[in-house]
Nanobody, 123 residues
Framework: QVQLVESGGGLVQAGGSLRLSCAAS????????MGWFRQAQGKEREFVAA????????YYADSVKGRFTISRDNAKNTVWLQMSSLKPEDTAVYYC????????????????WGQGTQVTVPS
């Protein structure tokens, strides 16, 4: 079992930056690929970014490429999502997920989820 706790969300003006954190506890964190997803009100959960268990491979949704950066520190059991040039359409609850099998963009392939953290970018 892996427990995930997100933090760092908040209200930020368009063009601003936020850094989300996801702290993991439980089973070996380094064995999991990690992903960030988001869910806007009334919409499906969508992929944002993912990172391999060792951190050497990353993958981004086209909508955030060049603006968001995913990183991890296995010694600290933490994965981050650095978000810059934020837009109103980035407003959503952001979730981190752990995947014991492979780097994936599909939420149904993730084994564990955090409770989410709200990011609001007013228009």
């Amino acid at each position: 079992q892996v427990q995930l706790v997100e933090s760092g969300g908040g209200l930020v003006q368009a063009g601003g930056s936020l850094r989300l954190s996801c702290a993991a506890s439980g089973r070996t964190f380094s064995g999991y690929a990690m992903g960030w997803f988001r869910q806007a009100q009334g919409k499906e959960r969508e992929f944002v970014a993912a990172i391999s268990w060792g951190g050497s491979r990353t993958y981004y949704a086209d909508s955030v490429k060049g603006r968001f950066t995913i990183s991890r520190d296995n010694a600290k059991n933490t994965v981050w999502l650095q978000m810059s040039s934020l837009k109103p359409e980035d407003t959503a609850v952001y979730y981190c997920g752990g995947n014991s099998k492979f780097l994936s963009t599909r939420p149904e392939e993730y084994d564990y989820w955090g409770q989410g953290t709200q990011v609001t970018v007013p228009s």
